[in-house]
């Protein structure tokens, strides 16, 4: 599996912004679709997570009411839309895959495969 991260960019504090995260190849293995994040000097944190097949949600408490994370199974793309972004939310969002359905789903090790992170910059 392949996953492509897309849709960073610079916005101001307040903005809303939509990430993609494109996958290809052995799609059907895909369990659930994460997106994590690192902002600068600090560690990879989860931000939400989607099953592929039943379309359950859940995100850290920092997004929840915020964020929301989608998916297209035809297009096999998941997406998170970022609305009211505060400055220390910029960094590097990743989308990642999972084989497994863990319930430690918020643990970057169970996710098996990853994309290249596209950079998120809040201005304030």
């Known amino acids: 599996v392949q996953l492509q991260a897309s849709g960073g960019g610079v916005v101001q504090a307040g903005d809303s912004l939509r990430l993609s995260c494109a996958a290809s190849?052995?799609?059907?293995?895909?369990?659930?679709v994460g997106w994590f994040r690192r902002a600068p000097g600090k560690e990879r944190e989860f931000v939400a997570t989607?099953?592929?097949?039943?379309?359950?949600?859940y995100y850290s408490e920092s997004v929840k009411g915020r964020f929301t994370i989608s998916r297209d199974n035809v297009k096999n793309t998941a997406y998170l839309q970022m609305n009211s972004l505060k400055a220390e939310e910029t960094g590097v969002y990743y989308c990642a895959a999972s084989r497994s359905g863990s319930s430690n789903r918020q643990i970057s090790s169970v996710y098996d495969y990853w994309g290249q992170g596209t950079l998120v910059t809040v201005s304030s």
């Open positions: 989607i099953y592929w097949s039943s379309g359950n949600t």
């Open positions: 190849g052995r799609t059907v293995s895909i369990y659930n």
